[in-house]
Structures are given as structure tokens and as C-alpha cells.
């Protein structure tokens, strides 16, 4: 089955293979697709040290333009449902109206993306299914519009306000309108019966000393309820110990029932003499969740988990993904989340014991679920496949050919960093592959039992000619206090071997291990399998480091 595999590529070609996708597969959506906030987001990383580092890289472009678009808005008047072109056509007048004159902008752009994959994603849900579409004020008043279209106004169930931080730096002085501190997750079922256990939160302290006030004589706290009830329910108006309901009122038990309940001990009276019903806090499940969640905190404010961090700047937290989990699926469901990033509801799919599919169109975002799968679940390595990352010489000699566009080249490049566990330089779009290296990860080199040294292994990635020069080179950034790997396409010559032994051996006071300072890998041996000759270390993809900065664009060129 298509399940526990994550596909690499854009998401709208990948739901409409039917091979992947055949209809009603899935039970339950999660989306968080970029919020069309014109913004490019940056993963940025800690070293080993926790030391920040200067390393990021762009993990995806949060930008929509029409050009992009059309084909697809096309497309969607020939096949889309017309209630959902019509609301499309709606859009259209009231939000590209300018001047008197129709011009298409980015938010339309944005819509019409969304669409066609909102109706591929309702085509795959099982009728049992929910979709939570995860948003934010920016474009969620039209996505509901957009989701009342293609899944009917009945099937909404929610809109949630999920309080992600507690400031806002849009927040700051001089800013004229309220911070804006909340996401939006608007939460949709396919058919009438649908998946569904409600999730509580434990009773709030104010609440349990208000009502849970009363101590028995073993120590359980519980609140005395009242036992009369508004309507009759079969004979319930007769004397007990002496009383009647009042006026108008029933006893909530017939007497049969009350006889039981009086054995049970459950049952204890007022100064007046008025039975009650003893409720005991530790039976109760505690309050059922509502619509505005704010006690699970984003990851990018003060006292956040720092743990669960993997750099990517838009990481959503563990606790929302396994919230919507275990309300909306059960164990061996399929979880399908077609924007996943760095994998937060794959890696809760798979904890909560459901089965999982994530679609990600950056390497980079594959490579980081990847690594934090893994890290995760030891056992899963060889247990998932993923689709679209090449798998043989041909294909990732295809993806760096000349050809292919400077995107995929750079693609290639973050693909081949992640075969050896290394994360992208800082500034390798900016300024070129060879200022010091394509990427590189850290190794622990001493440790006194208290207080560790790292050294950082320098990778450089060449998928054309290369020579000896290139070897030299990166001995000479390496020097005698790092180590370098150069990945390649191609076969290394003789002259480049010679270099590379030339460089010499380290050595690692923690392990008394030589390895050799300088290493040559083929792409061809690293997809066999091959490791460099390397003291064991961390994952290059160190935990830490988030900071949800959004950079200017560099200039891009490949090196
Ligand atoms: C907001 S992030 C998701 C973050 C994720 N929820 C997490 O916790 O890590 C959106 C992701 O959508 C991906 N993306 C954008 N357009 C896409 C497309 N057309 N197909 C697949 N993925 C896409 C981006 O690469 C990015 O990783």
C-alpha cells in the first residue's frame, strides 16, 4: 500500500496520480500550506556547540503570482464543480477589481492553487474523512468560502484560533492595529458520520476549588450535583427521605435508581436534607476542548520547546498535530499531509500508531524529515520509501545537468549535503559553491567529560569537470584544523586522489581514531551505501537553532 512514504515534488501532480492517490483513500488532511505572506523562509541552524550559526538556506518561496497560476485557473473552469468556479469568478471581481480595470493579483493567484488542490484532497478523503486547513487571517476568510464550495457549508466544524505566540514583533510600537498572534485551522468533514473522540484538557484550578470543593473520607474531591432534573423521566416525582423535588421539578432517578445510588454510597445531603449526587473529580474526563487553543505554544516564542526545534522556520508544534489526530482518526488511519515541511504530522501520525503519507516540493524539507524520522524512530530506517528523490546515477545526473533549471541544480546540491548528513552553507546561492564550501556539519573532536570540542567537516558538492585544483583548493580552506568531504558526480582522476592524500590524516583524541583529512566520494558509491571514514557523530541536522527569520533573497547563481 501508498502508505509511510514521503514524495518529494509539487503536491497537485502527485494527489492527481490516481496510482498514489485512488479516491477515498485517506481519513484524515492536515494542511499548512504557505500562507501566501509574500515571505521567503529561511532554515536556519545551531552547531553542535549550540552555538548559532550563520548557516541557512531558502526552504521554500511563500509567493504566488498569477503567471504561475494560470494553466490552472484555466484548467479549473473546464473540470471544477461550477459552484467552486463560481466562487472563484466572485473572487475574481471583489479582489482584483482595481482602478475599474481586472487585474490578477497574488492573493487570486494563491486561491486558485489552493483550489485545485483542495478538490484533489476532498477526492481522496474517505467518507468518514476530515480536513484541518491550516491558515492564518491573510487569506482564511476566502479559503472557508473556497471549502464551503467543494465540501458543502454543512461539513464545517470548526474554525480554530490556535494562539501560537504571545507577542508579535507586528506588534511593536508605532504598529496601528492589535498584534496579530493566532492561526487559523479550519476544520471540515467529507460526509455526515464521520471519525470523531473528543479530547479534553484537565479542569482549570479556579474551576475544580469552585465546584470539586467537598473531600471524602478517603481523599477524593468531588462537587455535589444536583439530583432534581426539569422534565419527568418516567415516574421520578415521589418522596425521598421525607422530600419532594420542588415545584415543577423531578428527581433525575427513578426511586429504584436512587436505592442504588444511596447503596453506593454516591448519594450525600445538604444541611437542609436535600440529596445530592457526589460527582468525584478523578471520574472525570476534564473539559472538553473548545475552539480557541491556546495552551499549546508555537516554536518560535520564549519558553517554547526548544527540543522538538529542527530550524524550519514555519515547524508547527507536536502537541497541535497530535490534538488533531487523535480527534479526528484512529489507530491504522491514513494521515495525509501534502505541505508537510519538516514533518511534524508525519512524525505524530507515526507515534499515534496511524499510518502516514507527506508531500514536500524541497529536497531540503525531505532531507530534515528524513533525519528527524529516523532520529525518532531508530526503527523505521529501510521501513518508508520515498518517491522522486533519485535513486540511481542517471537520475541525479539528470537533475544537475546543465539542462535542468538553476532551481533543481540547487535541489541536487541540498540532495547530495543530506547523503553525508550535511546542512546547506550559509550564503551558497549568494555568493557561489566554492566560498568556503557548499555545506558542512560538525563532529564531536575531545571531551573532558564535561565540556566538548567540535570540529567541522567542510563539504563541497561538484557535479561537473573537476580536477586536482579543486582538491588542493579545499585543502587549503580546510587547513589543519578542519576536515573536508568532496562529493562528485563524476569519477575522481588520479591526480585528485594524489591530493587528497596529500592532505593527510586527523586525528580524534575522543575515539584514538585516524581518518584521513581529505575525502573523495563518488554519488555513485554514497548511493551504494558508502559512509565517509568519520568518527561516529550527531546528525548534521543539529535540534536547536529556530529562529523564524525571513531574509532578503540573494542573488543566485551556481557555482
Ligand atoms: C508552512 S510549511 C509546512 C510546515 C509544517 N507544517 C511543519 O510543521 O514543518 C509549508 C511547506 O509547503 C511546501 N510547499 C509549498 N508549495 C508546495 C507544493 N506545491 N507542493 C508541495 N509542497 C509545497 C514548502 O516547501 C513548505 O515546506
Not at 27 to 49: C, G, M, R
Not at 196 to 220: A, C, H, L, S
Not at 344 to 349: F, G, I, N, R
Request: contains cysteine; proline residues 5%.
Amino acid at each position: 500500500m501508498n502508505t509511510n512514504v514521503l514524495y518529494w515534488g509539487d503536491n497537485l501532480p502527485i494527489l492527481r496520480n490516481k496510482d498514489y492517490f485512488p479516491d477515498e483513500f485517506v481519513d484524515l488532511v492536515y494542511l499548512d500550506p504557505p500562507f501566501n505572506s509574500n515571505a521567503n523562509y529561511n532554515v536556519l541552524f545551531k552547531e553542535a556547540s549550540g552555538a548559532p550559526s550563520t548557516a541557512q538556506a531558502e526552504a521554500f518561496k511563500d509567493t504566488w503570482h498569477w503567471a504561475d497560476a494560470q494553466d490552472t485557473w484555466a484548467e479549473l473552469h473546464n473540470t471544477a464543480p461550477k459552484r467552486v468556479v463560481d466562487a472563484l469568478e466572485a473572487f475574481q471581481k471583489i479582489i482584483v477589481l482595481q482602478e475599474g480595470r481586472f487585474a490578477h493579483n497574488d492573493m487570486m493567484a494563491y486561491l486558485v492553487m489552493m483550489t485545485a488542490r483542495l478538490l484533489e484532497l476532498h477526492r481522496v478523503l474517505k467518507p468518514t474523512g476530515s480536513l484541518y486547513l491550516h491558515c492564518d487571517p491573510t487569506a482564511s476568510h476566502y479559503l472557508k468560502i473556497i471549502l464551503d464550495t467543494i465540501f458543502g457549508a454543512t461539513s464545517f466544524r470548526n474554525e480554530i484560533v490556535w494562539k501560537r505566540t504571545t507577542a508579535h514583533g507586528d506588534a511593536r510600537q508605532g504598529s496601528q492595529h492589535f498584534g496579530r498572534i493566532h492561526d487559523t485551522l479550519l476544520f471540515y468533514v467529507k460526509d455526515a458520520k464521520f471519525i470523531w473522540n473528543q479530547q479534553y484538557t484537565p479542569y482549570e484550578q479556579d474551576y475544580i476549588d469552585r465546584y470539586y470543593k467537598y473531600v471524602d473520607e478517603t481523599g477524593r474531591r468531588y462537587w455535589r450535583d444536583n439530583l432534581t432534573a426539569a422534565k419527568a423521566g418516567g415516574d421520578t416525582r415521589y418522596e425521598w427521605k421525607g422530600k419532594l423535588p420542588p415545584p415543577g421539578r423531578y428527581w433525575a432517578y427513578s426511586k429504584a435508581n436512587m436505592e442504588k445510588l444511596e447503596a453506593e454510597g454516591r448519594i450525600v445531603y445538604s444541611s437542609t436534607g436535600t440529596p445530592m449526587y457526589k460527582r468525584y473529580l478523578d471520574e472525570m474526563p476534564g473539559r472538553p476542548i473548545q475552539d480557541i487553543w491556546d495552551d499549546i505554544r508555537g516554536l518560535g516564542g520564549l519558553g517554547s520547546d526548544s527540543n522538538q526545534r529542527m530550524g524550519y522556520a514555519t515547524q508547527k508544534p507536536l502537541a497541535l498535530l497530535e490534538r488533531i489526530i487523535q480527534a479526528s482518526s484512529k489507530e491504522g488511519d491514513v494521515v495525509l499531509d501534502p505541505f508537510c515541511g519538516c514533518g511534524t504530522a508525519v512524525l505524530a501520525a507515526h507515534k499515534l500508531g496511524r499510518r502516514w503519507i507527506g508531500i514536500d516540493v524541497t529536497i531540503l524539507a525531505v532531507t530534515v524529515m528524513k533525519q528527524r524520522l529516523e532520529e525518532a524512530f531508530p526503527d523505521l530506517k529501510g521501513k518508508y520509501r520515498v518517491v522522486g528523490e533519485p535513486t540511481t546515477l542517471t537520475e541525479a545526473q539528470s537533475m544537475a545537468s546543465p539542462g535542468s533549471t538553476l532551481e533543481t541544480r540547487y535541489q541536487f546540491q541540498y540532495w547530495a549535503l543530506g547523503l553525508v548528513g550535511a546542512r546547506p552553507a550559509a550564503d551558497n546561492r549568494k555568493k557561489g559553491a566554492d566560498a568556503g564550501g557548499d555545506g558542512y556539519f560538525s563532529l564531536v573532536h575531545s571531551s573532558d567529560g564535561k565540556k566538548e570540542t567540535y570540529i567541522q567537516v567542510i563539504v563541497q558538492v561538484k557535479s561537473g569537470h573537476v580536477g586536482a585544483n579543486l582538491i588542493r583548493d579545499l585543502a587549503g580552506t580546510v587547513g589543519n584544523d578542519k576536515l573536508g568531504l568532496f562529493i562528485t558526480l563524476e569519477e575522481p582522476t588520479e591526480p585528485m586522489k594524489a591530493a587528497a592524500l596529500a592532505a593527510g590524516l586527523y586525528h580524534n583524541p575522543l575515539m584514538n581514531t585516524h581518518h584521513p583529512r581529505i575525502q573523495i566520494l563518488t554519488v555513485a558509491e554514497l548511493l551504494d551505501g558508502k559512509s565517509p571514514n568519520l568518527p561516529p557523530h550527531r546528525p548534521g541536522w543539529e535540534r536547536g537553532g529556530y529562529i523564524g527569520q525571513q531574509v532578503p533573497q540573494g542573488e543566485m547563481r551556481m557555482g
